[in-house]
C-alpha cells in the first residue's frame, strides 16, 4: 500500500506539534523553577544573628548575652571536688573517690573494668597501645612515644593524677574532658590499673588455669 504525500505532511505536523508542546512545558518549568526556589529562602534565611555577630539592639553592640552569674551547664555541676577533678584539698586522690550523685554508686566490678577497656581502646590505644606499652598506631607512623604505662615511676603515679592528665591533656597528650564524661574517665583509671597489674603481677597469685598455662609452656 502507498501512502500519499499528504500523509507524510500530517504525521510531520502532528509531530511537530508534539514538539512545541514538549518545548513549551520544559520552558514553563525552567521559569517556574526559580520561583519554587525562592519560596523556600525565606525560611532558610530567617532573620538570625550568627555567632559573634554584632548587633545593634542592645547597648554593648553583641548579640550573645552572658549567662547569668553562678549558670552551670547541663551535666556540668561538680558536686565534689575529688570525683570531678581528682583532687581533694589540692592533692591527688590516691584510691577512686566514691560517685557523689544520689542513687550513683561506684564500684570496682568487671563490668566497670570492660566499660573501662572499651573508652581506653578507643580514645587511648592510638597512642599508648592496647597494651600499655606506647607502641600504638600513630606513634608506628611517627607521633611522640608516649611513656610506658608500666614504668614504675608511671605506675607509682595516684589515680588522681591519671583523672587529671586524661582530663586536662599533658604534653602533646589532648585533654579529654569535653569528650569523656568523668565516669568514664575513672573507668579508664580502673582499667589503666589493671593492664598494670597483669604485667607485674606475681604468677603464685595468678589464678590457677593462668598458672596452669604457664607450667604447661615451660614442661
Known amino acids: ?4 504525500p499528504q500523509s507524510y505532511h500530517a504525521v510531520a505536523a502532528v509531530a511537530r506539534g508534539r514538539i512545541v508542546v514538549s518545548t513549551a512545558r520544559r520552558a514553563w518549568r525552567l521559569l517556574l523553577f526559580p520561583l519554587l526556589i525562592g519560596c523556600t529562602q525565606d525560611m532558610y534565611d530567617q532573620p538570625r544573628y550568627e555567632p559573634l555577630e554584632a548587633s545593634k539592639f542592645f547597648r554593648d553592640g553583641k ?10 551547664a547541663r551535666g556540668q555541676l561538680w558536686h565534689t571536688q575529688a570525683y570531678f577533678t581528682g583532687r581533694r584539698g589540692g592533692e591527688f586522690v ?3 573517690p566514691d560517685d557523689p550523685r544520689p ?3 561506684f564500684s ?4 566497670l573494668l570492660q566499660r573501662g577497656r572499651e573508652r581506653y581502646n578507643i580514645f587511648c590505644s592510638a597512642c599508648h597501645g592496647r597494651t600499655g ?5 600513630v606513634v608506628q607512623r611517627g607521633f611522640p612515644r608516649p611513656p610506658r604505662l608500666h614504668d614504675d615511676e608511671i605506675r607509682n603515679k595516684p589515680n588522681g593524677h591519671y583523672f587529671e592528665v586524661i582530663s586536662q591533656g599533658l604534653r602533646e597528650m589532648p585533654a579529654y574532658a569535653a569528650s569523656i564524661p568523668a565516669d568514664d574517665r575513672w573507668a ?5 590499673r589493671a593492664l598494670q597489674t597483669s604485667q607485674h603481677l606475681p604468677l603464685s597469685e595468678a589464678p590457677q ?3 596452669k598455662q604457664f607450667d604447661d609452656a615451660n614442661d
Open 1 to 4: 500500500m502507498k501512502t500519499s
Open 63 to 72: 548579640s550573645a548575652r552572658h549567662p547569668v552569674e553562678g549558670t552551670i
Open 94 to 96: 590516691s584510691g577512686f
Open 103 to 105: 542513687g550513683r554508686d
Open 108 to 111: 570496682l566490678d568487671l563490668q
Open 133 to 137: 606499652h606506647g607502641d600504638g598506631m
Open 188 to 192: 579508664i583509671v580502673a582499667y589503666v
Open 209 to 211: 588455669d593462668i598458672r
